[in-house]
Every structure is written in structure tokens, then in C-alpha cells.
């Protein structure tokens, strides 16, 4: 039930939601001139996502994100991490838009936000994130794909570069629910050779 800082298209943004993590935010911050923040997204707002929940689509593997909200969800990450630096002077090192996003785990009425994205749903994003993201002269850069599974991290990562979509990020995240040393391995070799922070 998190609000989000805006409730449709035509309304303004109401900065005074979840005040308390920007405290917090704010207070690290503050204490801690040295620490790394991370803008990451669950979900796409309720109203721009096609099953009209933040839980998930009614197919779990069905993308949620509505095609003609790519333009303007790229606009709501990049306001947001650009209110918090000019608000609380943070300035967020990555925004990760997308969590655990090819799984089925995320489902209409489900119990927890998030977002399914295929590999070539995320590079069509990525693609609009990155030049909003140019075009507002940020310092953040993006980082992908978040996926579940050290495995399944290493399948999208060569989706990426075989499509040429390595370009749009700078750092590389990934859950390790699952995975071997096999798998980390060849993660962590494949980041290296393309430059990639992960």
C-alpha cells in the first residue's frame, strides 16, 4: 500500500509522501558523507501499468508496464532521484528501474509490488530511460537487470550485449537466491571484460 509521489498524469507531484525514509535518507546523508545511494523501482505507479496493480500483471509473465507509459515512467524515476538532489543534495550513483523482473513471481493482487519486464521489454526501456536521463544532465547512471538468479542474471546480461544494450548502463546488479560458483564466475567475467561495475 506505499503511495507513489503521483497519482496520475494531470496531478502535480506531493513531495510530503513517505516522508519518513526521505528523513532517514536524509540523515545518512548527513552522517555519512561517504555512502552509496541506489534509486531502484519495484513497480511502475499503479496507473501505469496495464493490470492497473503494482503487485503484477494477471499472467505473471506478462509485462506490466503499458507501452505508451515508457516516456513518462523514465520522467517519474529521473523527478524523483532529481528532488532528492536538489531537495536533500543527494545524488543517487544508480537508479535501477526494474526488480526480479523476468520472473513469475509477480501477479494481480499478489502480496508484494512488482513488475514483470521480458529481456526485450527492458532494452526498449532502458533505451528511453537513458536519453531522459542524458537530456536532464544527470550524474546517475542505470543499473540492470536485478534478476533473481545468478544464472538467469548471466542469460539477461548476453540478451544485453547482443543487443547492444550494455551502453545504456553502468553497473550490473543481480539477487543470489540461487547460483554456484560457475555461475558467479562467469558473471563476474563477463562484467570485467565489458567494464561494467558490479
Not at 510530503?16 to 519495484?42: C, G, L, P
Not at 520472473?103 to 529481456?119: A, L, M, N, P
Not at 540492470?144 to 548476453?158: L, M
Request: include cysteine; charged fraction near 25%; aromatic fraction near 14%.
Amino acid at each position: 500500500e506505499m503511495e507513489g509521489f503521483r497519482d496520475s498524469p494531470e496531478e502535480h507531484y506531493n513531495w510530503q509522501r513517505d516522508k519518513a525514509q526521505q528523513r532517514v535518507t536524509t540523515m545518512i546523508h548527513q552522517r555519512r558523507k561517504d555512502a552509496i545511494f541506489e534509486a531502484f523501482s519495484n513497480s511502475a505507479p499503479w496507473w501505469m501499468t496495464k493490470s492497473g496493480c503494482v503487485a503484477g500483471h494477471k499472467d505473471p509473465l506478462e509485462d506490466n508496464l503499458r507501452e505508451d507509459c515508457y516516456d513518462i515512467f523514465a520522467q517519474y524515476l529521473t523527478d524523483v532521484c532529481l528532488y532528492f538532489k536538489n531537495t536533500h543534495g543527494i545524488t543517487f550513483r544508480t537508479l535501477e528501474p526494474f526488480n526480479e523482473c523476468i520472473t513469475d513471481y509477480w501477479y494481480q493482487s499478489g502480496s508484494q509490488e512488482g513488475c514483470h519486464f521480458s529481456s526485450e521489454a527492458q532494452v526498449r526501456f532502458l533505451k528511453v530511460l537513458y536519453n531522459t536521463m542524458r537530456q536532464k544532465g544527470m550524474e546517475t547512471v542505470i543499473a540492470a537487470s536485478d534478476e533473481t538468479s545468478v544464472a538467469r542474471s548471466v542469460d539477461n546480461f548476453n540478451y544485453y550485449k547482443q543487443h547492444d544494450a550494455l551502453r545504456y548502463i553502468g553497473q550490473w546488479n543481480t539477487h543470489t537466491y540461487h547460483g554456484n560458483d560457475n555461475d558467479r564466475a562467469l558473471l563476474r567475467q563477463l562484467t570485467a571484460e565489458s567494464g561494467i561495475k558490479l
